[in-house]
């Protein structure tokens, strides 16, 4: 085998660094490797042992030698009795050291460069930040200068990490602005700051397509603002909930929707990936989890309006998710949480049991809008949201009113819009559809048993019964005409239960009568029906053109 001198060995390394780092940026699997020769073993002990000794001596030692040598630095600033302008001006002195030097190694030495430019960097922003912490004579006082000096160290650090195209240390510099910001100490600088930090990472994820950053920087803006109003642990204080300023709950839905359009409007593939979902997760499920902590404990001023805004913001991402992207978890995220802050803002704004009426109506505006997402997991999670609803309201309502018809109504609607637009979802709907017929067979009998006089239970459920058998004729489906039988039998058994014995007599008499005649009729409809089957045969038979 010939062996390279090391500077060409260098360079041919350099080249596939790369090569590997185009790779990945552009998602391209690596060229396979040929296959050995027979009778060769390419991984044998002496090639296995000498990779071993590589990778402990080039990449172990290298992390573990910078992560000491950062330790060291930093307990050089923090040795008793020494003068604090004179360890910063040391710390600054090593970190600018160690910046150069990962700069000149970069290229010939990109392993180690790599970790050394993130240790240069933290002891930068640490050697600033140590102007004012952890030091009970701390050199500079003014909260306000200490900001802005960090502010340009975490500024430098992105300049450097830019410059080299690191996703991480991107991410480290991104994360030391939210530090800074948070240290400010000031509730509308900070909250402009999580905006403009936002901002950057939208930028940086467009342009170098890191879907990463933006779930990084989601969930910064999520622990920062929630760490700002528990009033800010982190800087020594007792945990307590601030009271204002009222604005900060507008700035979350500021940045929620700041990453959101870098969620939208990302460049390249658009295939939503497990990055894409992530990031939606933790800025609308994130962010719309902390705008409800906010408004339900502190900032009840303009409750409903803000819950409103915040759903038709979430609704609005959810419909860009679908146009742009025809995604399907993130499209999901966006709507669930949108109709739960439309919730929020109901329950809020009514009384009970009025609140039941609307959200049971609004579950036909969910069954609507997933099937123009095509969405099987809206239809099925609005269903169980749906039945937990009307479970609610009987345990809740205290007493069965009319009002429980609602979930009934909304019910068969449900199933027929299900029906009519079967063929612009992504499942098979029969299960979901009878799912919701189910319900209304259960609720309008129970509902009418609850609301009326005894002595009219029995001739509702019959009227139940002859409507889902004009639903049968009109609509040619058979499930109604399953669901009038059943309700028939129903009602066959309420009244030789119940009307003979326990209701006034002019009911039971009307009861009964009403009863004989409805079976009689619905006897002599399934007659004839069966005798035109009968005569089908007969007649093709004699005509057979």
Known sequence: MIELPDPLHEVVRNLEDRVA???????????????????????????????????????????????????????????????????????????VGIIALAQRWYVSLRSIAGYLLGCGIVLLYFTTLRLSFFSDEPALLNRTIEALLLSGAAAAGLFFSTRHRSLPLVGLSLGLGYVTAFIADQAVPLFLAIVILSAIAVVYASRYRWQTLLALAAFFNVVTHLLWFLNSPILGRDIALAASPQVNVYFVLLAMSVIGAGCVWRRGNNKEGPAAVL???????????????????????????????????????????????????????????????????IVSGSKTPDYFVWLSWQSILVVTTAVWFRSRFIIVANFLIYLALFIAYLVLAGTISAVSLNFGVVALLSARILN?????????????????????????????????PPGLVSLSWLVIALFYYLMARLLRNAKYRWMALLTLALTILHVLAVDMTSVEPVFRVVSFLALGIVLLAVSVVYARKKRRVDDLPETETAHPG
């Open 279 to 345: 990031t939606t997760l933790l800025n609308a499920g994130g962010g719309y989890m902390l705008f409800l902590f906010l408004t339900g404990t502190k900032f009840h001023e303009a409750f409903v309006l803000s819950h409103v805004l915040a759903s038709v913001l979430l609704l609005g991402f959810g419909v860009l998710f679908w146009v742009r992207q025809g995604s399907v978890f993130s499209t999901f995220i966006s709507v669930m949480l949108g109709y739960a802050a439309l919730s929020v803002a």
């Open 21 to 95: 780092r185009i790779e990945a940026q552009l998602e391209l699997s690596p060229p396979a490797r040929p296959a050995a020769p027979e009778g060769t073993d390419p991984s044998g002990p002496l090639q296995e042992q000498g990779a071993l000794e590589q990778q402990i001596g080039q990449y172990w030692f290298s992390k573990l030698g910078i992560l000491t040598l950062a330790l060291g630095v930093a307990f050089l600033q923090t040795i008793p009795h020494v003068p604090p302008l004179l360890t910063a001006v040391l710390g600054y002195i090593i970190s």
């Open 420 to 452: 009519m637009r079967k063929d612009r979802l992504a499942l098979k709907t029969e299960l979901m559809r009878n799912a919701y017929l189910g319900s209304a067979f259960f609720i309008f009998p129970y509902a009418l048993y609850h609301s009326l």
